[in-house]
């Protein structure tokens, strides 16, 4: 199975989340946004609301500095 | 122990060699004179025990070096003199807080300042009194002879190792330089804590280790360093050292460490000769301080004299350390000079008719 | 569903202290990636040092001396000299490393020490609140450059890579940054063949990581992450500036 063929998606560790928002910044498929929630930090996390979007990339994970972002594969 | 053939050397050399013996292949220095023959021996000769020798590009990383070396239980030595140590004082403090062994030598030359190389005892207070930052203490040990600076450079790391604390041994240039015969002897070696629990080697198979001097949790600083606190404690009941002389009977007691003692030796033994009842007492710890022998002087002492080849630093020690009213004088002279035994005796004759009205 | 990347067993599970958006984490997980490529994490001894990253020992899963300020180098020596076969890293800041560490990382890198050495330069001080750094950018402010740096007064930001790039000593010499995507990849390759060079005996081994300090440049983090690209990159070039291949052997 190619990459393109697999289904990826995302996840937040969202006590790690500090809401810094660089995923959000640098992912460029939309996958994630700023949740107007706040977590137990007091931060306002990130949220895959487009999870379906997610091609693997791994952009995220590159950039976020609390290694709160996680991408899965099928 | 195994006793070695008898050699003759230098105070300097002395030291370097019972390191050697004492099993310390790790040495960090820069050169400061009068102790450089401390780093040419060790350069010289740790190659042939498979040891290393680095030459820093300064005291602060000499001090840094060594922590970074006792971290991993190993023994390990440095040396210097007064400008030199001052530097080394910020390391002194993190080894404290670490709570990390290693032996350090003081040949402490005159200040302040760049000042001159002769034998001073200038640098009394920096080493008794910590130095450093924060409320800490150094073993400091004060030999007078070349076989004492041998016999006490190991005791040095067996105490720096039993205490987890660093070890100074003060002396001065007459110690360093003067030739004398030494018997030199190999001690058993055995670890000082003998879990070691604490060694930094590489996690493997273990939880990761920490040597650290951070503390910021609620509480952790003080219970810290209550620990350290007692540590002193044990020290001083049960590590002090001092030597003392003809005081059962004294009259007069001098008290003097390190080279002044040496000097006083002489002027006592002609005090004793012209029949004046004089004694001696010779702290050899610095810290912990022998303050116990000061306390227990014999009833027929009634005057104190403190020599010192600075203005007045141990005597502060002494006076603390009496009960009684027995008045304490003091007899120095500062950086730049060196009190003859005659000149003592003499001193030691002007308190003694004290003692006698 | 099987997770892409998994977190380095190198690092603890503790979440980092650092702000939101600082790019120590990012450095963190790259060391760590490191250590447990070659794995090394149980061989591995850190030298932690004095700023934001004094912490170091809650995050990473090895053996971890805490150095005094600007002393890491004279440490991770002390330690690497006695343990040869272990792997000593140093982790500094631009406070610790390039201005009261100076003497220590220059001689260290001289001697061609073998260890690793990751410079985290942030240009500002960090930890104390946002004072000047020897490599805070002209113009900038900080709380004690509060009208902005001014070379008259304050001299130049300092180019650490360049100057150790001009000793004999190093064996690899680089500047990375973090700021994109595509130049985490490349810091993460970088900081790799660092440790690479230690685990073969190579010698010294320094990579400079620029970084952004979003709290005390009062930045967003996104702001933040540009101004290394648009305003420190240009000024501290990126590259590997050093890299011997076949080390001098007595």
């Known amino acids: 199975m190619s990459k393109k063929d697999k289904v990826f998606s995302v996840k937040i560790r969202r006590d790690y989340c500090k809401g810094c928002g660089l995923c959000v910044e640098f992912c460029k498929q939309g996958v994630l ?37 996680e991408v899965y594969s099928e | 122990m195994t006793a070695l053939k008898k050699v003759f050397l230098k105070g300097n050399e002395a030291i370097a060699l019972a390191a050697i013996n004492a099993g310390c292949h790790y040495y960090f220095g820069y050169p400061i004179t009068p102790q450089n023959e401390i780093p040419e021996y060790m350069a010289k000769h740790l190659p042939e025990v498979g ?31 007064g400008p030199g140590i001052s530097l080394m004082q910020e390391g002194f403090s993190y080894i404290a807080g670490n709570e990390l062994p290693g032996v350090v030598v003081n040949m402490s030359r005159q ?43 190991i005791k040095a790391f067996e ?37 070691r629990d604490w060694l930094i080697t590489g996690a493997k198979g273990r939880q990761p280790r920490l040597i650290k001097s951070l503390f910021l949790a609620d509480g952790e600083m003080e219970k810290h360093n209550w620990r350290l606190q007692e540590k002193y404690r044990q020290m001083t009941a049960n590590d002090v050292m001092v030597e003392t002389r003809f005081i059962e009977d004294a009259r007069l007691v001098l008290v003097a460490f390190g080279s002044m003692a040496r000097i006083a030796k002489t002027a006592i033994d002609q005090a004793r000769e012209e029949g004046m009842k004089v004694g001696l007492i010779r702290p050899i710890t610095l810290y912990p301080f022998p303050a116990a022998s000061f306390k227990n002087l014999s009833e027929s002492v009634s005057r104190v004299l403190t020599c010192e080849m600075n203005t007045g630093q141990m005597v502060e020690d002494v006076r603390l350390s009496i009960d009684s009213n027995i008045p304490v004088d003091f007899y120095g002279r500062p950086g730049g000079s060196v009190p003859t035994p005659e000149e003592i005796f003499d001193r030691l004759q002007q308190a003694y008719a004290e003692v006698e009205q | 569903m099987k997770q892409v990347v998994k977190r380095p067993a190198s690092l603890t599970e503790k979440p980092f202290h650092f702000c939101p958006g600082c790019h120590h984490g990012i450095v963190h997980r790259l060391v760590a ?49 006695v343990l040869k076969d272990q792997i000593v890293f140093t982790y500094q800041g631009d406070g610790d490393l390039a201005a009261i560490g100076t003497a220590e990382i220059i001689h260290a890198a001289n001697r061609g020490e073998n260890i ?19 490599t805070t950018m002209l113009g900038q402010r900080s709380t004690t450059t ?27 010499v680089a500047r990375v940054a973090v700021d994109k995507p595509a130049n985490v990849k490349k810091a993460r390759k970088i900081i790799r063949q660092a440790f690479q060079m230690q685990v073969e005996d190579k010698g010294f081994s320094f990579v400079e990581v620029l970084s952004a300090c979003p709290t005390n440049w009062g930045m967003t983090p996104q702001e933040a992450t540009k101004r290394v690209s648009d305003e420190m990159i240009p000024y501290f070039p990126l590259g590997v500036l050093k890299q011997k291949d076949v080390v001098d052997v007595l």
């Open chain 1, 33 to 69: 946004e700023t949740s107007p929630n706040l977590n137990s930090m007091g931060y306002y996390y990130a949220d895959p609301v487009k999870p379906e979007n997610c091609i693997g990339c791994m952009v995220c994970t590159l950039v976020c500095p609390d290694l709160a972002v």
């Open chain 2, 51 to 81: 040891g290393e020798f680095l030459q820093a590009e300064s005291e602060i990383a000499s001090i840094n070096m060594m922590l970074g070396a006792a971290a991993t239980g190993v023994r390990v030595m440095t040396s210097s003199s």
């Open chain 2, 111 to 153: 200040g302040p300042g760049l000042g001159g190389i002769n034998a001073t005892q200038g640098d009394y207070f920096q080493a008794v009194k910590g130095g450093g930052h924060g409320d800490y203490h150094l073993i400091v040990l004060a030999p007078h002879t070349g076989q004492e600076l041998y016999d006490l450079t």
């Open chain 2, 159 to 195: 105490l720096s190792e039993k205490y987890r604390c660093l070890t100074m041994l003060l002396g001065d240039a007459v110690l360093g330089q003067i030739k004398e015969p030494i018997n030199p002897w190999k001690p058993e070696i055995t670890a000082g804590d003998p879990d």
């Open chain 3, 33 to 81: 990636e490191a250590l447990d490529f070659f794995n090394l994490r149980e061989k591995t001894i850190g030298v932690a040092s004095v700023g934001c990253s004094v912490f170091l020992y809650d995050y990473f899963a090895v053996d971890v001396i805490e150095a005094p300020h600007g002393r890491a180098s004279a440490v991770a020596t002390g330690t690497k000299r």
């Open chain 3, 116 to 134: 690793t050495v990751i410079f985290v330069n942030n240009s500002i001080y960090g930890m104390t609140g946002g004072q000047m750094a020897p």
């Open chain 3, 146 to 172: 509060p009208y902005g740096r001014d070379y008259h007064r304050d001299g130049y930001p300092i180019k650490m890579t360049e100057m150790l790039a001009a000793l004999e000593g190093p064996s690899l």
